[in-house]
C-alpha cells in the first residue's frame, strides 16, 4: 500500500514535470495573417489616428506587385507601414517573446504598444526582436504592433543599384518565437545560437562538433544541463550531456567523437541526420529550450586543376542562380514557390543552386539539404560599393547574419560577397581617385574576407566578378577569396562565345593556383520568340539553345572549371530593363512562371540519368508561318534526349531518327493546316507527344485550296513572335512577289551603335504589348503589297519611331555598350496611301509619333477588280518607316 502510495506520487510528479516541459517548449507561431497595410509618408504614431484608408493585407507581402510592370518607369520606393493586434497568451508573461522576420525590404522599425522595440537594417537577411519588454498582459492579452518598411535608395545599404527590382514589403514569414527567459542565443544576427560542424567525416567514421551561446536572462537558474541528441531516422544515434554554470551570455561545447559508419550527405542521396539540442535547468530538470537543426555527413574540396570533389569522388557542379520573384507577385511568393525552384533545378539535374545576390527565404536551402543540391550564399554586395564607414559596416553586419543564420545547413559550402563589383566603377573622370576607390573596394573585400573565415573557417570564400580580368586581378580582388567566380557573357553582351573558352583557359594559365567557377553566363530568350536563323540579341530561344550548347560543352571539356551556374533559373524581374519584355530579365531557363524552354530541356537531357525525351517548343503551341506550294509548312524541330537516337513521327508517319548531340536531334517536319500530333520515342520505347496548332497563310493568297484569313507581319524581323494572351501569330517580313504579298524596297531598322550589336531597339515601346513588334521596322519602303481575292478586309499598320534626339542610356549590363549612345535622330514626314487614297498624311516625329510609342490605324479596306491591297509611303522629310502590318478577311 505505502509503496503504491509512493508510484503514485511518483505518477502525478512526473505528471507535473513533463507538462511543465511541454510548456517551456520554444514554440514558433506565424504571424502573417491580419495586417493592415498603408503606403504613405505619415509617421508614428500619427498615422494611427489620421484619417488614412489601410487596406487588409497577408504576409508576405510587397507593394511593389504591379508598379513595376506597367509603361511608366520606376516604382515605388519609399515607406510602407503594417500594423495589426496581437493577441499574446498570459502564460508567457514568464518568458521570451520574440518577433522573427525572415526578411523585409530594406529597413524596418518595429513599435509595439507605442515604443519602438527595434530595427533591421537590410532586406534580405532575417532578426529577431524581443518585444517581451513592451508586452501588455491587460486587455485580454491585446497588443498593437505597428512596423515600418521602407525600400528607398540608401547609399549606405547595399545594393546600390542591380539588374533586380527592389520590392518593398514584409515579403517574408514572420513568426512569434517564444522561448524561455534561458534560451539558445538568437537575439544577435537572428543566428540559430548553435553552431554544428563535422570535424571529421571519412565513409567510416565522424566526429560532430556542437557550439554555441545560452543567453540566459532567469534570476535564479544557475546551472544548467546543455544535451546534444543525434537521430537518424528517428532513431539516437549518440547522445552527450554537460552541465555548466550559467549568468548572462554562456558559451559551451558538446562533441561526439566518433560516429561509425555516418550515412553520407550527397545530391544522390542527401541523408539528413537531426540533431537536437536541449537546456534544462540542473536542479529541476525543467526543460528551458530546445532547438533542432539539420546535419548532413560530407567533406568537400576544391582543386585548382581538377574541379570539385564530393566525399573524396569529382563532382562537377552544373546548376543556375535563383532570385525570388514570380509572376505578379513580385518578391512575396511564400515557402511553396522557394520549394518549388529548388525542385526543379534538381528535377533539371542540376546539382548547384547559387542564391543569388542575396539570402533568400530559409526554405531555400532547407530544400537543398533534403533535396540534395550543394550551394553558394552571398550578400547583395552588387556593382558598386560607398567609400562610408556605413557602408562597410552594413554589410559586415549581413555577412555575419547570412553565415550565422545558415550555417547548420550541409547543402551550403559557399559564401560569397561582391558580385561584379567593378562593373561601372565612379570617378570615370578622375583616374587618381578612381584608384583610391579601388583600393577602399580592396580593403572592404579584405575584411569581409576575414569576418567569413573567422566566423566559418570550414567552408570555402568567393567573389564573382565579371569578364575583366585584367581589372580584378590588378585590384587584387582574385587573390582575396578561396574561389574566383566568373560571370561570362562572350557570345552574349560581347564578342563571340569563343571568346568564353579563351576566358577560361586563360585564367586557367594565369591563374592556376585559383579555383574557378563559372558564377553566371545567359543569354536573354523570350519564350514567345523563336527564330531558324538565331542571331546574337534578338532574344530567340534557339539563340539561347546554342548559346548554352557551346558554353556547357566548353565546360565539360575543361576539368579545372569547377562548377557551371546558369543565369539564371527563372525570368526575373528587373525594373530598369526594357526589351522586348519590358521590366523583365529573360534569361531564365524556366520562364517567370517556371514553365521549361528548351534551354531547360536541354540540361535535362544533358544531365539526367534516367531515359529522359522531350520535343522543343517552350510554350508553343502554335506554329507556322507561310506554307509552300502544297499548303504545307516545314519547320525545324528540336527534340532532346540523353539517349544516342531519337525518332519522330508527324500525324502518324514516321519521319526517321536523329542522332544527338550534346542531347538535341534537330528534325524538320512538314506541319499542315491545323492540329498536328508530334511524337518523339527514344529506343527504349520512351516518348513524348504534343499537339500543336499549325496557322498557315498561302503562298498564293488566293489560294482556293488554303483560303486566306488573317496575317500578322513584323516588319524588319526575321523572328516568330506568339503574342499572349490570344496567341497570335507574328511572322517575319518577306519580299513582295507577284501572287503573294511582301514589301517593295526600303532596309531594315539597325542600331546605330554597332558596337553593340543589338537586334532592333532596346526601348520600352509604351502603349503596346506587341514591343517585339514595335522594336523592329522597315526603313524607306516604297510599298507593301498584299496580292489578295476581291473581298472585305481589316488592315492594321503599326508605327513607333526608334530614334530620339535624347541620347539613350544603355543598360548598364550591356558591357559591350557605350554607357550612352548618341543616336541619330532626323525629322520624319510621310504619308500613307492605301489603294491610292492618302488615309494618313503627314505622320512623323515632330507630330504624333514620339519616340517609343505605339501608333496604330485599323482601316477597312475593299478589294475589288482584283485590286488587291497596296500600300504607298510617301516620304516628304528623310524616310518613311513601318514596324507591322496584320491583315485580316472579314467576308
Ligand atoms: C550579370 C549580373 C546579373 C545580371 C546579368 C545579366 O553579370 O551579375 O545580376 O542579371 O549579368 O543578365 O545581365
Ligand atoms: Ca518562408
Not at 31 to 53: E, M, V
Not at 471 to 480: E, M, P, Q, S, V
Not at 678 to 689: E, F
Request: aromatic content about 10%; some cysteine.
Amino acid at each position: 500500500m505505502r509503496n503504491n502510495c509512493l508510484y503514485f506520487t511518483l505518477l502525478i510528479t512526473l505528471i507535473i514535470l513533463t507538462s511543465v516541459a511541454r510548456a517551456q517548449e520554444r514554440i514558433s507561431l506565424s504571424a502573417n495573417s491580419d495586417w493592415q497595410f498603408y503606403k504613405g509618408k505619415l509617421s508614428y504614431p500619427a498615422l494611427l489616428t489620421q484619417q488614412i484608408s489601410w487596406e487588409k493585407v497577408q504576409i508576405p507581402h510587397s507593394w511593389n506587385t504591379t508598379d513595376v510592370n506597367d509603361d511608366v518607369p520606376g516604382y515605388y520606393r519609399g515607406s510602407g507601414w503594417y500594423k495589426k493586434h496581437l493577441v499574446i497568451p498570459a502564460n508567457w508573461k514568464n518568458r521570451k517573446v520574440f518577433l522573427s522576420f525572415e526578411g523585409a525590404n530594406q529597413t524596418t522599425v518595429i513599435f509595439v504598444n507605442g515604443k519602438k522595440a527595434g530595427t533591421h537594417i537590410g532586406g534580405y537577411t532575417g532578426f529577431n526582436v524581443d518585444v517581451s519588454p513592451f508586452l501588455r498582459f491587460d486587455q485580454n492579452g491585446k497588443n498593437e504592433i505597428t512596423i515600418q518598411v521602407d525600400n528607398r535608395y540608401n547609399a549606405n545599404i547595399p545594393p546600390l543599384s542591380a539588374d533586380f527590382t527592389f520590392f518593398g514589403g514584409l515579403y517574408r514569414d514572420v513568426y512569434l518565437t517564444v522561448a524561455g527567459k534561458t534560451h539558445f542565443n538568437i537575439d544577435k544576427y537572428g543566428g540559430k545560437g548553435v553552431f554544428i560542424t563535422t570535424p571529421l567525416v571519412s565513409d567510416e567514421k565522424a566526429s560532430v562538433s556542437i557550439k554555441g551561446d545560452i543567453n540566459n536572462a532567469a534570476e535564479n537558474v544557475t546551472e544548467l544541463i546543455v544535451t546534444a541528441t543525434l537521430k537518424y531516422k528517428n532513431r539516437v544515434i549518440a547522445e552527450q550531456k554537460k552541465q555548466l554554470k550559467s549568468d548572462g551570455l554562456t558559451h559551451f561545447e558538446l562533441n561526439f567523437e566518433e560516429i561509425n559508419n555516418p550515412k553520407l550527405w550527397s545530391p544522390t542521396e542527401p541523408n539528413l541526420y537531426q540533431l537536437i539540442t536541449t537546456i534544462r535547468n540542473a536542479k529541476t530538470g525543467e526543460l528551458l529550450d530546445q532547438v533542432s537543426n539539420p546535419l548532413g555527413f560530407r567533406w568537400f574540396k576544391f582543386d585548382a586543376a581538377k574541379g570539385f570533389f564530393l566525399n573524396g569522388k569529382p563532382l562537377k557542379l552544373i546548376g543556375a542562380s535563383r532570385h525570388q520573384d514570380y509572376k505578379n507577385l513580385g518578391n512575396a511568393v511564400g515557402d511553396e514557390i522557394a520549394i518549388k525552384d529548388v525542385r526543379l533545378l534538381k528535377e533539371m539535374g542540376g546539382n548547384f543552386l547559387r542564391v543569388a545576390h542575396y539570402p533568400q527565404d530559409p526554405a531555400v536551402l532547407a530544400a537543398c539539404d533534403q533535396l540534395g543540391l550543394l550551394a553558394a550564399v552571398e550578400i547583395p554586395v552588387v556593382n558598386a560599393i560607398t567609400e562610408t564607414e556605413a557602408f562597410a559596416n552594413n554589410s559586415k553586419n549581413m555577412q555575419r547574419e547570412m553565415i550565422r543564420q545558415n550555417y547548420n545547413h550541409p547543402s551550403v559550402i559557399i559564401w560569397a560577397y561582391m558580385n561584379e563589383v567593378l562593373l561601372r566603377p565612379p570617378f570615370a573622370n578622375d583616374s587618381t581617385r578612381r584608384e583610391v576607390y579601388f583600393k577602399n573596394v580592396f580593403k572592404l573585400a579584405q575584411e569581409l574576407e576575414n569576418l567569413t573565415r573567422e566566423e566559418d573557417p570550414n567552408r570555402y570564400t568567393m567573389i564573382p566578378n565579371h569578364g575583366n580580368f585584367a581589372l580584378y586581378n590588378r585590384i587584387g580582388l582574385t587573390k582575396i577569396p578561396m574561389l574566383v567566380g566568373w560571370n561570362l557573357y562572350q557570345g552574349w553582351y560581347t564578342g563571340k562565345y569563343t571568346g568564353f573558352a579563351t576566358f577560361l583557359d586563360m585564367h586557367h594559365r594565369l591563374l592556376p593556383d585559383k579555383p574557378l567557377l563559372v558564377t553566371e553566363y545567359g543569354a536573354d530568350a523570350d519564350s514567345r520568340i523563336h527564330s531558324e536563323q538565331p542571331l546574337r540579341f534578338d532574344k530567340s530561344v534557339e539563340y539561347a539553345v546554342q548559346y548554352h550548347e557551346f558554353y556547357l560543352k566548353a565546360m565539360l571539356e575543361r576539368p579545372f572549371v569547377a562548377a557551371a551556374m546558369a543565369w539564371n533559373l527563372a525570368d526575373f524581374n528587373s525594373e530598369e530593363r526594357v526589351e522586348t519584355d519590358p521590366h523583365i530579365n529573360n534569361k531564365g531557363l524556366l520562364t517567370i512562371d517556371r514553365k521549361p524552354k528548351d534551354t531547360y530541356l536541354f540540361y535535362q537531357a544533358n544531365l539526367l540519368t534516367v531515359p529522359f525525351i522531350k520535343i522543343g517548343l517552350t510554350g508553343r503551341t502554335v506554329l507556322g508561318g507561310v506554307a509552300d506550294g502544297n499548303n504545307e509548312f516545314r519547320q525545324q524541330i528540336k527534340v532532346y534526349s540523353n539517349q544516342k537516337t531519337v525518332s519522330l513521327a508527324v500525324n502518324g508517319v514516321p519521319i526517321g531518327k536523329q542522332t544527338t548531340s550534346m542531347g538535341i536531334a534537330n528534325f524538320t517536319v512538314t506541319l499542315l493546316p491545323g492540329s498536328n500530333t508530334l511524337i518523339a520515342t527514344t529506343g527504349h520505347g520512351k516518348q513524348d507527344q504534343v499537339e500543336v496548332v499549325a496557322r498557315l497563310i498561302p503562298k498564293i493568297l488566293n489560294s482556293e485550296t488554303l483560303p486566306f484569313s488573317d496575317v500578322n507581319i513584323s516588319l524588319g524581323d526575321t523572328r516568330y513572335f506568339l503574342a499572349q494572351p490570344a496567341q497570335e501569330l507574328w511572322i517575319p517580313e518577306q519580299a513582295y512577289t507577284k501572287g503573294s504579298w511582301g514589301y517593295v524596297g526600303g532596309t531594315r531598322f539597325s542600331m546605330t551603335d554597332t558596337s553593340r550589336l543589338s537586334f532592333g531597339s532596346n526601348k520600352n515601346i509604351l502603349g503596346t504589348a506587341l514591343d517585339p513588334v514595335y522594336q523592329t521596322q522597315r526603313i524607306g519602303m516604297d510599298a507593301f503589297i498584299f496580292d489578295v481575292p476581291d473581298g472585305e478586309y481589316e488592315l492594321t499598320l503599326h508605327f513607333a519611331e526608334l530614334v530620339s534626339s535624347e541620347p539613350q542610356k544603355a543598360l548598364a549590363y550591356d558591357l559591350g555598350a557605350k554607357t550612352t549612345v548618341n543616336e541619330q535622330f532626323k525629322e520624319r514626314n510621310f504619308d500613307v496611301a492605301i489603294n491610292g487614297k492618302t488615309m494618313i498624311a503627314n505622320l512623323g516625329n515632330k507630330n504624333e509619333l514620339k519616340a517609343a510609342e505605339a501608333h496604330s490605324y485599323k482601316v477597312k479596306v475593299t478589294a475589288t477588280h482584283n485590286s488587291g491591297i497596296k500600300i504607298n509611303f510617301k516620304p516628304i522629310l528623310d524616310e518613311a518607316i513601318i514596324n507591322g502590318i496584320q491583315l485580316k478577311k472579314i467576308y
